[in-house]
C-alpha cells in the first residue's frame, strides 16, 4: 500500500512530495481509524525546512527500514495523476468552502483527497484505502507543522535582512 503527498503553492507550483510504500495490504474490512494510513510520524517534516524551501523529496520507504529514491515511470505517473486532479479539487474547493475535501477524485486504485489551507496552499494525498478521520487528521498535523517551519522560515529571513 502506498501513500503520496504532494504540498502545492497557491499557484499550483510543488512544493514537497513524499511517497510512502508499505507492505501492509489494505484491510478489507472496517478497521479502527489510525490502521488504514501508515504508521510514518509527521516528525519527518517537521526538519524540513529546506525541502519546503523549494526542494523536493520522493522518497520511498521500503521493508527493512530502507530508503530508496523514486523513480522511473511509476513516479511520473503518480504525479500525473495529482496534476490531474487539481480541476477537481478546485471544484470541489468552490462548493463546499471547507479546508478538507475528503475524496475528491479517483484514478484506477487510487483516491485523491485533499486539504486547502487559509493561504490556499494545497495538501494533494493519493492513497489506496479509504479513512477520511485519520486522512484528516493527518492532513492538520502536516499544516501545523507547515505553518511552524512557514514561521521558522520568515524570522530567519527577518533575521538575515537585518
Request: net charge negative; charged share 15%; no cysteine.
Amino acid at each position: 500500500m502506498s501513500h503520496h503527498l504532494f504540498i502545492l503553492s497557491p499557484s499550483d507550483t510543488p512544493i514537497y512530495n513524499l511517497t510512502y510504500s508499505s507492505t501492509k495490504p489494505a484491510p478489507t474490512t472496517m478497521s479502527p481509524l489510525s490502521s488504514n494510513l501508515p504508521t510514518w510520524s509527521t516528525s519527518a517534516f517537521a526538519g524540513t525546512l529546506t525541502a519546503l524551501s523549494g526542494a523536493s523529496s520522493a522518497t520511498q520507504h521500503t521493508t527493512g527500514g530502507g530508503v530508496r529514491i523514486g523513480g522511473g515511470q511509476d513516479r511520473h505517473v503518480i504525479q500525473m495523476i495529482a496534476n490531474a486532479s487539481l480541476d477537481a479539487v478546485e471544484d470541489v474547493m468552490r462548493k463546499e468552502g471547507t479546508m478538507y475535501l475528503k475524496s475528491v477524485d479517483k484514478f484506477n486504485e487510487w483516491t485523491v483527497s485533499a486539504f486547502i489551507t487559509p493561504g490556499n496552499t494545497k495538501f494533494v494525498l493519493l492513497h489506496e484505502a479509504k479513512n477520511d478521520e485519520g486522512i484528516k487528521s493527518f492532513f492538520l498535523e502536516i499544516w501545523e507543522l507547515y505553518v511552524k517551519v512557514s514561521h521558522v522560515r520568515m524570522d530567519i529571513a527577518r533575521d538575515s535582512n537585518g
